[in-house]
């Protein structure tokens, strides 16, 4: 039977994009042939995974200028059996997609809350009294581009292809170096049909509460991985949803779970922390050299 | 000359609601007579404190479910010359509003994406096939309900009365405990005009950049505070935007910025940061106690 990988729709997204890099990986190195399931959402595309409904999901974790996707980490918290894969990082260049003849007759500009501020200087400069609509995919807005001639959207050349539309204009994100972590996630522990073949990942990630908000409550966490040599590449709060200022600590190390430096130190962190909970190790690669 | 107040609207959105709470303080406390101000974007009504175009914004910084509003966060990091005088946490209580005759009749809800994400679960239990529209603030779809019957929005009572639109749900965020704090901020250092009169303030909020990412390299800055008894309040990381893993940390402290003891630990802060921002010491106080 095909695995399904569920992801942000309708087709076109970059999410799609890098469920697509993955699945012809997931074809020509383990010979799983897999469809695409687009979702409504990042969190449905999750929750389709932790009812079985998906055996893995492609979502963002954090792009490089908007940074983390909060709806994926409360998802991995919430849904607690999900673990992750793999890590692929993708470049991200967006695109002004608009049946309009040229810049002067765009009244609207529709896309995902993040690509929209990804691109506000350019927006701001080329075309600064367009009214700006978020929409919840980059993709979801284009299928309405032919009966609105003022209407523009932004999304990937890729995107333009696929709805055959045109493109007033390329690589308008502010910052050039703009690209996007996703991760490969599934129910199982540690899956070899869905990783690369490696003696041991590069990254763990994992979530913690802590009992107490006293001085140097959060110093104690951090410093078990400094003493032991372990670099933390990220750490991302969150709020714990109880009360305001009660918050979950995100963190990214880079070191592998089954590690004995790691095992100790996930020990000792496990006595501090109130719940602790490991999303997994994976090692992290570029999804177009995938 | 009356003080210009800019914050989110069109009116009725909650930063709107702050902003007339610390308007009535400002005139019943410091005789100050000031107007309100709506721009389409937290991004613009911190732009215009920042241009000189208003003297003070109101701006949402975090939320106790949805967490940090990255917009102000990047705002007060990128203007520079912008100075906290005041935060106020205000509860927030979503309500439905509609001119639908039921809940059977709607077909779609826009809102704020963080108001939605606020109210996804009775969404997803009392409207599980309604699609959801993300919109600019709570209050910009609002005009459009009378023409369309199918249609709810999530904004507050308040707006719904000030609109004069029927309340379909009240109390419908899936947690009772749903708060925001927003921040008063002007360009001036410490304005005794904006601010209560008080020996000390509570909080100071500030960020930094790193020079290097090696293991530990935060544990250092948290530390100086933890070894002074300064509490954290909160810690969160945002993207440099130069490239994916460099991060900014933007901290509060309960503690105010002239005290000997933050006066050491800052100077210390300095000499490990590569950039130091300090965006002000201030109290915070409930917006209905005002």
């Given at each position: 039977m095909n695995q399904s990988i569920a992801h942000l729709?309708?087709?076109?997204?970059y999410a799609e994009q890098a469920a697509v890099f993955y699945l012809n990986w997931l074809a020509k190195n383990k010979g799983i042939e897999a469809n695409l399931c687009p979702y409504p959402s990042i969190a449905q595309s999750l929750q389709a995974v932790a009812q079985s409904n998906a055996q893995l999901a492609v979502v963002p974790v954090?792009?490089?200028?908007?940074?983390?996707?909060t709806m994926t980490l409360d998802s991995l918290w919430q849904l607690e059996t999900l673990r992750i894969q793999m890590a692929l990082v993708m470049p991200i260049a967006h695109a002004l997609i608009s049946?309009?003849?040229?810049?002067?007759?765009?009244k609207t500009v529709s896309s995902h809350p993040q690509a929209l501020a990804q691109c506000q200087r350019w927006l701001e400069k080329y075309l600064p009294s367009v009214q700006l609509i978020p929409t919840n995919s980059t993709t979801e807005p284009l299928q309405r581009l032919e009966h609105d001639k003022t209407a523009a959207v932004i999304s990937s050349s890729r995107a333009a292809q696929l709805y055959n539309l045109p493109i007033l204009a390329r690589g308008i994100n502010d910052y050039p170096e703009n690209c996007t972590r996703f991760l490969v996630v599934s129910q199982t522990e540690v899956d070899t049909a869905y990783?690369?073949?490696?003696?041991?990942?590069s990254h763990t990630s994992l979530a913690f509460s802590m009992p107490a908000n006293t001085p140097g409550s959060l110093v104690k966490p951090l410093q078990i991985f400094a003493e032991l040599d372990i670099n933390l590449s990220k750490i991302q709060s969150r709020p714990t949803?109880?009360?305001?200022?009660e918050y979950l600590f995100f963190i990214d190390l880079e070191a592998d779970s089954t590690e004995p430096k790691m095992q100790s130190a996930l020990a000792e962190l496990s006595t501090h922390a109130e719940v602790l909970k490991i999303f997994g190790s994976y090692n992290v690669l570029p999804a177009n050299a995938l």
């Open positions: 729709g309708p087709p076109g997204t954090e792009n490089s200028i908007e940074g983390s996707v049946c309009a003849p040229s810049l002067d007759n765009i990783r690369i073949a490696s003696a041991s990942a949803k109880r009360s305001l200022g």
